[in-house]
C-alpha cells in the first residue's frame, strides 16, 4: 500500500503530513513547526488529514515525545472520543417520525449547560444506571478524585455532577443506518468539566515550571510548556490524565446504557453487538515507537494500530465512517478522528445562514435553529477528502449515515 504523507523539514524534527487533499492552514502549519522545534520529539511530528488549528498544539497531530508531556497538547477535553455500538434494529424497525425518540433521548442524557434540578440531570446520567452501576463508579473516581486535590488544593469541583452528561459544542448523539440499514447508535463525549479542571490547572503549573527552569533553547508558544519525566508534578499530572481518561471512557458507557434505554421505547425488543466501540482521540499513553518507548499525544487522533477498531465522524449532516487501523508506522499507529473544522466558530456563525443550514440537514431529526450554526456541515472539512488522504491509515468497515442527532 502506498504511502500518502509528506515530508516536511521544519529546522527540527521533520514533519509527516497527510495532506493530500489540500494544503493545511498557514497557522496551523507554524503550530507543527512549533512543536517540531522541541528537543524530545521523537522521529517526527505527524499531522493527520483533519489538521486545524488548536491552542497551543495541533488538532489532528500526534505528538512522541522522550522523557516530557506537554500538557496543552493533550488539551482539556481529556479522553474525548467517541463510542458507537450496532444493533440488530434495522430501518423498517423504526417509527416513521422520530421526533419522539429525539425527545427521550434528550431527556435521558443531560447535555450542554442544562442545570435541571430533577435527579438524573443535577447529578448527570449515573444516577438512573440501572444494577446501581453508576453508583460505583461515581464512588471510584469520587476516591481517586480526593487524592488528586489533596496534592493539588486548586483542582476543585466534584466529578459526579457531570458523570453520564454529554456537553455541548462539537459533542453529540446519533442514531444512525448503515449500509445494510442497521441501526447504530453513536455518541461523541469526554471527561466534561472535570477534565478541564485537571487540563487547565497543569497547563498554567506547567508555564510556571517552566519559567523557573534555564531552557538552553527558545519555547516558540508558551502553551508549549512541558512537564519532564521524573518529576512529582509529572507524576502526578500523569495520575491525573490518566483519572480524567477513564472518567470519560466511563461517561460514554454510561451514556450509551441510557440513551439504548431510551430508544428501546420506541422500537421492537433488539440486542447489541457483544462489544461496542469506546475510542479516546485527546489522550496521551506510553508506546513503543521506532525503537523506544515514549509517550505519544493523540490531540484530535484516534489510534489505529492493525485490527483497532475507531470511528470517524464527519459532520451534523454528512455521515461517518467505521474503520479498522492498518498499524502504519509513519502515523505512530493513528489516523484523523473526524473532518476537522474549516470555520472557527466565530466564522461559521457570520458566514453561514440559517436557510445554508436546514438545507444542509434536510431530512434529518436535529436541531435547524442559530444556535448550531457553528456546528453546521459547512463549517467543516469534506470527509469524503479527508477519508481518500488517510487510506495508508485505515480500512472503511462500515458508512454510517446519521437519522437523529442531538447536540447540546
Same mark, same amino acid.
Given at each position: ?50 489538521? +486545524? ?56 442524557? &443531560? ?74 447508535? #453513536? ?67 454510561? #451514556? ?12 421492537? &425488543? ?17 508506546? +513503543? ?67 445554508? +443550514? ?51
Amino acid at each position: 500500500m502506498s504511502t500518502k504523507f509528506s515530508v516536511h523539514q521544519s529546522g527540527g524534527a521533520p514533519l509527516k503530513l497527510w495532506d493530500s487533499h489540500a494544503p493545511f492552514e498557514a497557522q496551523a502549519m507554524q503550530q507543527l513547526r512549533n512543536i517540531a522545534s522541541l528537543p524530545f520529539i521523537h522521529s517526527h511530528v505527524a499531522g493527520m488529514p483533519d489538521v +486545524h488549528l488548536g491552542r497551543g498544539a495541533t488538532v489532528g497531530s500526534v505528538i512522541a515525545t522522550r522523557k516530557a508531556i506537554i500538557p496543552a497538547a493533550v488539551g482539556v477535553d481529556i479522553g474525548c472520543g467517541m463510542s458507537a455500538v450496532r444493533t440488530s434494529l434495522i430501518a423498517s424497525d423504526l417509527p416513521d417520525s422520530l421526533g419522539a425518540i429525539r425527545a427521550d433521548i434528550e431527556r435521558a442524557v &443531560p447535555k450542554g449547560f442544562e442545570t435541571s434540578q430533577t435527579a438524573n440531570h443535577a447529578k448527570g446520567g449515573w444516577a438512573s444506571t440501572p444494577n446501581s452501576i453508576g453508583r460505583v463508579w461515581h464512588d471510584r473516581f469520587e476516591d481517586r478524585w480526593r487524592r488528586i486535590k489533596s496534592k493539588h488544593p486548586k483542582v476543585d469541583g466534584k466529578t459526579s455532577d457531570q458523570l453520564g452528561s454529554m456537553g455541548g459544542g462539537n459533542h453529540f448523539i446519533e442514531i444512525c443506518l448503515d449500509e445494510e440499514d442497521r441501526v447504530w447508535v #453513536m455518541l461523541h463525549s469526554g471527561s466534561r468539566g472535570t477534565g478541564n479542571r485537571i487540563g487547565t490547572y497543569f497547563i498554567d503549573t506547567a508555564r510556571e515550571a517552566i519559567a523557573k527552569e534555564r531552557l538552553d533553547f527558545h519555547l516558540a508558544d508558551r502553551d508549549l510548556a512541558f512537564l519532564s519525566e521524573g518529576t512529582q508534578l509529572f507524576d502526578d499530572y500523569i495520575e491525573a490524565m490518566s483519572f480524567a481518561q477513564d472518567y470519560a471512557m466511563a461517561n460514554r458507557e454510561i #451514556m450509551m446504557g441510557r440513551v439504548l434505554d431510551a430508544l428501546r421505547g420506541h422500537v421492537p &425488543p433488539f440486542k447489541t453487538d457483544k462489544a461496542a466501540i469506546n475510542c479516546h482521540h485527546n489522550y496521551a499513553v506510553r508506546e +513503543h515507537h521506532f525503537g523506544e518507548d515514549v509517550w505519544v499525544t493523540r490531540k484530535g487522533a484516534v489510534r489505529a494500530r492493525e485490527g483497532d477498531l475507531g470511528i470517524i465522524p464527519g459532520s451534523m449532516g454528512t455521515g461517518s465512517f467505521i474503520i479498522e487501523g492498518v498499524g502504519s508506522a509513519d502515523s505512530f499507529h493513528s489516523c484523523s478522528h473526524g473532518a476537522g473544522r474549516v470555520m472557527s466558530r466565530t466564522q461559521a456563525k457570520k458566514l453561514i445562514s440559517l436557510e445554508q +443550514h436546514q438545507a444542509a440537514v434536510k431530512g434529518i431529526e436535529c436541531r435547524t435553529d442559530a444556535g448550531v450554526i457553528d456546528e453546521s456541515p459547512a463549517a467543516y472539512k469534506d470527509i469524503g477528502a479527508v477519508m481518500d488522504a488517510q487510506t495508508d491509515l485505515v480500512r472503511i468497515k462500515h458508512r454510517l449515515r446519521q437519522i437523529i442527532n442531538i447536540k447540546g
